[in-house]
């Protein structure tokens, strides 16, 4: 699977047309400590300590905490391409013509996305159960990828039990579920959730 594309996290520096070296250097550090703290979460470190985030962006520990005062604040901003990732997996225009078909696009759509951000997901539950801004993190992912999918039915469609039961199949705790604890492959785990899905829509207009 692809790797989120860095270039897209902001590094919240403000624009200048000749950035001094100092700032220059800063904004190079602060974009190496979140390469860093990108990669060890894909390679399977879901919680790693700040040295060990210094050690691998070659930057200083007063370096890391210069930039963020914290592990939450770090985490936070990984969540930029995370989010970045989900919208533009949202933005792709559907094949389908009818809803029905779009609902059932949105499973290939979803395990493709879901299994690039998987990994950053078992971070942030590492930590959100003490932290505010993660546990709202986590609040907001779902509320988005609720939404995507509740644009694709009619209108006399988006409340009700077919909606809770959609969005329940299609979450990213179920994909992780099966990917896991069921030990299903990519294609199993996508075969299975369009499975359901197809039994849920039919006979529905």
Known sequence: ??????????????DTSKPDGRRRRGEDNRAKIV????????DGQYAPRAEVVATRADVSLRTVFRHFEDMDSLYREIATPVEL???AMAARPFKATDWQGRIVELVSRRSEGFERLSPFRRAADVHRHGSDLMAA????????????MRAQLPEHLRQGD?????????????WMRMRREQSLSVKRAREVQEYTVRRLLEGVR
Not at 1 to 12: D, E, G
């Open 35 to 42: 390469e860093a703290m990108l990669a060890l979460i894909r």
């Open 1 to 14: 699977m692809k790797p989120l594309n860095l270039a897209s996290v902001n590094v919240n520096m403000s």
């Open 162 to 174: 077919l909606i809770e039961a959609l969005d329940l199949v299609l979450s990213i705790e179920s």
């Open 85 to 87: 990732e989900l919208r």
């Open 137 to 148: 993190d986590a609040a907001r992912f779902a509320m988005v990828t609720r939404e995507i």
